[in-house]
């Protein structure tokens, strides 16, 4: 166990490492306060302020998308539907399916699907395509704990005369906070770390998107793109662009624990 | 000695198991009526056919009638939230909700569309002192519930129950998580409780059905064996079974 634990560690720490060494003597205030100049992938003055807006639109609109989608889902899965067991276990098959699905297949569907309705490339379709990629992983996290809820919170709550609704949205949610909490966590972590999603449908653009219906920049794919780079200094911008990637996760992650904390204390045991 | 609930040929299987045989009972108003038996004779499905929950569960065929005040509530038409809110329900150990001591009893009341909060803020008040609990509470409304010791949970939870103004109480060996002097406390409020509402508590402790009871259902596997007022009960019981049970050589 000693020996996973120092190999896990290594490797997390060599991936930090590498990224923070190449990146950090690029990552200029230039480098987050302003959009690629002319010239910038060539290793000209500019910025990836347009990759950080666009990931953060992205990642934001598509996880506000995924809570409101999933979160009833899961509360009809395991209140509404408490009867139906087989059905649920179905749907949670489902959905562990859907969560191995790679991401580059949602795009590509979010891609035919754009075609269909004549849509372009933009910050809409990125926002829907991501959002459908998160949700199952919304979904299966919230309801992994919600299915743990005792039923006798269930019983209380409707021998005081509420429905199964008022149920899940007022005392089930408020039991489960912290846990939906970390569901929006990890969804916008994927949301904000995946290109392949974004690739046909989100597009890549140098300017800051001041409507959904424009495409959008997103870090990953500024990652990508500078580290396809021939230029070593360009490449380096592309660790710096990772180094900023991470810590925006890093201040999601630490975020989320003290807003979770906040809600946890009502939480009954 | 008016009936409040009537029950009639009940029988009740979850798969293939047959849980209620042929349940016919009337259950006096402004009483306390115990449910004795052993384990796994069916005493908490019955409580849970009173109040429906046992909707939430799978598989389950139920027939016969259960009628309270005339309407037959298995194959009634109205609501039914607004039948469950006509019986507060007291769990084996407390289920309190995942907010604060105040919002705890003001939810059921937000729930069935009052939201004056003077009326709120005086029904919590009521409630916690008609289960002695204001005094070790009211600096402290605005803590969550899951901080009070279990026994006080317990009676929060009954208060909880009677500020959504229920007609019956259902129990559910309310006591027997709690402490002795917890339990003195319920099972005091009981008897004070009959005055205004019709109460069924399921127990398989015999001393504080002795204690309590006015009138006494005894179960064994699914069926009724025996039931009648708690002097013909636990003075001159007639079947060998309830002798057997009362004199605690029953296995």
């Avoid at chain 2, 995942?98 to 003077?118: C, Q, S, T, V």
Wanted: hydrophobic share 45%.
């Amino acid at each position: 166990m000693q020996i996973s634990i120092a190999l896990i560690v290594l490797v997390l720490s060599l991936i930090v490492f590498s990224i923070f060494y190449r990146g950090l003597p690029s990552l200029t205030w230039e480098m987050v306060s302003q959009t690629p100049k002319g010239g910038y992938y060539f290793g000209k003055e500019g910025g990836v302020l347009n990759a950080i807006i666009g990931s953060l639109y992205l990642a934001f609109g598509a996880t506000i998308l995924a809570l409101v989608m999933g979160l009833p889902v899961a509360m009809l899965m395991n209140i509404h539907l408490r009867k139906f067991k087989k059905l649920v276990n179905g749907v949670r098959f489902l959905l562990d399916l859907l969560w191995g699905v790679p991401s580059i297949v949602y795009g590509a569907f979010g891609f035919s699907v754009m075609i269909f309705f004549g849509v372009k490339t933009s910050l809409l379709a990125g926002i829907i395509t991501v959002s459908l990629f998160i949700l199952p992983i919304m979904i299966r996290a919230i309801d992994e704990v919600v299915r743990n809820v005792p039923v006798g919170l269930l019983e209380a709550s409707m021998s005081l005369g509420s429905n199964k609704s008022q149920t899940a949205f007022m005392v089930y949610v408020r039991q489960c906070s912290s846990a939906i909490v970390t569901a929006i966590m990890i969804s916008f972590g994927r949301a904000i770390g995946d290109a392949a999603s974004v690739l046909f449908t989100t597009g890549y653009t140098d300017s800051i998107p001041t409507s959904v219906m424009q495409p959008s920049a997103t870090l990953p794919l500024s990652i990508f793109f500078q580290l396809s780079s021939p230029i070593q200094e360009v490449q380096n911008r592309a660790y710096a662009s990772a180094a900023i990637l991470t810590i925006i996760i890093l201040i999601i992650s630490v975020l989320s624990r003290v807003i979770s904390n906040k809600y946890n204390k009502n939480k009954i045991s | 000695m008016k009936s409040k609930i009537s029950i009639q040929n009940l029988n009740l299987s979850i798969g293939k198991n047959q849980i209620l045989k042929n349940i016919n009972l009337d259950i006096p108003e402004n009483q306390v009526t115990i449910i004795l038996g052993p384990s796994g004779c069916g005493k908490t499905t019955l409580l849970k056919c009173l109040n429906r929950l046992i909707d939430l569960e799978e598989n389950v065929t139920i027939t016969g009638s259960i009628f309270l005040d005339n309407e037959d509530i298995l194959h009634t038409k109205s609501d039914l939230p607004g039948i469950r809110k006509k019986m507060g329900l007291l769990s084996q150990r407390p289920y309190p909700l995942p907010m604060n001591i105040y919002d705890n009893i003001a939810y059921g009341l937000r729930i069935n569309g009052i939201h004056n909060k003077h009326i709120i803020r005086e029904s919590v008040e009521h409630n916690l002192k008609q289960v002695n609990l204001w005094d070790e509470v009211q600096h402290r409304l605005k803590e969550p519930a899951s901080r009070l010791s279990i026994g006080q949970q317990q009676r929060l939870c009954l208060a909880r129950g009677l500020a959504v103004k229920p007609e019956i109480i259902l129990a559910d060996e309310p006591t027997s998580a709690l402490d002795p002097l917890s339990s003195t406390a319920i099972e005091k409020k009981f008897v004070e409780l009959k005055e205004e509402y019709t109460l069924v508590m399921v127990t398989h402790i015999l001393r504080q059905a002795r204690r309590i009871a006015d009138y006494v259902v005894f179960m064994y596997l699914g069926e009724i064996v025996e039931h009648g007022t708690a002097d013909e009960f636990f003075n001159h019981p007639k079947q060998e079974k309830t002798k057997a049970y009362l004199e605690g050589i029953f296995n």
